[in-house]
């Protein structure tokens, strides 16, 4: 099974629509991450959660809301996004959500909004 | 605010060597790391920095100098499936595992 697996991998939406990615890891860690991968623009950091707990959350629009119902599970609910918005979205996981462990990413989700 | 620096683009030959910059001025280092990320893949993990020196990993190594504010990646006997971008990341003691990513280097490989 691979370590962290996002779907869907790609995605294609309007502006009023209403989406989920969904990311899930099979690595046994605490922490995940949502980070925004934009062309030409270094990897943003947008959410941290450790033991479901959100601890982290990097000036992001509120069109943007994460969700942890445990700690294999993440998801980014989309709703009334903008062109600007789109992007690759990786999700990310660590064993504790301290800064002392290495980041495993999934293959990412690339987001397109018409 | 932390600034990255990498190299947009590089370009090298099969069965060489290739050394890959990256710059950093932030406030609270806690380490570095260097990920490679193969076009619509996601970064894998090649190697982590804390201390100064060198640290060698197979074909790859990495330095860094904290009084410089400065890392290096040395990819050796380079092959054509090394074409991909590296990205330079680093830690800053905050709260949480707080990563801040340069552009990434897109390195090519030609025969």
């Known amino acids: 099974e691979t370590g962290v697996t996002q779907t869907p991998r790609h995605l294609v939406m309007g502006m009023t629509n209403k989406k989920s990615l969904k990311c899930e890891q099979h690595l046994g860690h605490n922490a995940m991450y949502w980070y925004k991968q934009s062309a030409k623009k270094p990897l943003e950091l947008m959410f941290v959660y450790s033991l479901e707990e959100r601890v982290e959350n990097n000036s992001v629009p509120s069109r943007f809301s994460p969700e942890c119902p445990n700690s294999s599970h993440l998801f980014l609910h989309l709703h009334t996004l903008q062109p600007e918005d789109s992007a690759l979205y990786l999700c990310?996981?660590?064993?504790?959500?301290?800064?002392?462990?290495?980041?495993?990413f999934g293959p990412g989700t690339r987001l397109t909004v018409l | 605010g932390q600034n990255i620096d990498q190299p947009t683009e590089m370009t090298a030959t099969e069965g060489a060597i290739v050394q890959i910059n990256c710059t950093y001025q932030t406030s609270g280092f806690n380490g570095l790391f260097w990920y490679q990320q193969h076009a619509g893949e996601a970064p894998t993990f090649l190697s982590y920095n804390v201390l100064d020196g060198l640290e060698e990993k197979g074909r790859f190594s990495s330095f860094l100098s904290r009084s410089k504010g400065y890392s290096y990646l040395l990819l050796k006997e380079l092959q054509m499936k090394d074409s991909a971008s590296y990205l330079c990341a680093v830690r800053v003691q905050t709260g949480a595992n707080n990563l801040f990513f340069g552009t990434g280097t897109r390195l090519t490989v030609i025969p």
């Open positions: 990310a996981s660590s064993l504790t959500g301290l800064a002392t462990d290495t980041q495993y």
